[in-house]
């Protein structure tokens, strides 16, 4: 196992350096030792991210009327396949289920001042039945990355998508929406796996946000002609 060394650990291994060692009882220079040891293991998973953060576009475009949205209840899960003996997986272990939602619910509450959720897709005959324009449906999200490292170089790579389906009692667009991100380092040491899997993840939950925005608006558009 790899380890990078946090400030601390590095200042207590200066400060043994310094010391005199012949001057330190048996009992002092393993408890030392022992410090060294401990900080060196935590040093990652201190500072670690867990799990990823919501994306709020700067810009949304307004609906008047009334629309439904139905979100898939299935849970965001990054599958993560790892190609390196030298990466722990809780590093890479980052939850994406929850920013994920807040993000998508952002862009629905300001893209749309009349919206209501339902549990489920609406029919051609429930929504012909009804005052709603179009429903928008999330469905089949998944994300998938892989991490591996070889000669030392390390790359992470992440892929979430999902399917976009906006209609109406008329007529019905599917999407497939998808983001790709990657991460390299050269000079690879074990930490920095987890910052690597942040900022990838992190890029992706963006790019797609984005993506997600544009096709509910072109979308919307052609069904309200």
Known sequence: MKLELSFFTYLILIIIMNLNIRNLKNYQVKFLLLLV??????????????????????????????????????????????????????????????????????????????????????????????????????????ANAIFRVKDNTANYNITIKTDLNVKSHMRSINNSVSSNKSWDRNLYLNCTANEGAYKSIQGSIENLMKEIHEKIYISLSSIKK
């Not at 998973?45 to 299935?74: C, H, M, Q, T």
């Open 37 to 142: 040891f401990v900080f060196g293991l935590t040093g990652c998973s201190g500072s670690a991210k867990r799990s990823a953060s919501p994306f709020f576009l700067e810009n949304i475009a307004k609906f008047d009327g009334k629309f439904s949205v139905y979100i898939s209840d299935k849970k965001l899960i990054n599958n993560s396949k790892i190609e390196s003996q030298d990466c722990e997986s809780w590093q890479i272990e980052i939850e994406l289920d929850k920013a994920y939602r807040e993000s998508l619910n952002n862009i629905i509450h300001r893209m749309f001042n009349n919206v209501e959720f339902t549990d489920k897709e609406l029919n051609e005959d429930e929504l012909a039945s009804s005052d709603i324009i179009a429903q928008i449906v999330f469905k089949n999200h998944q």
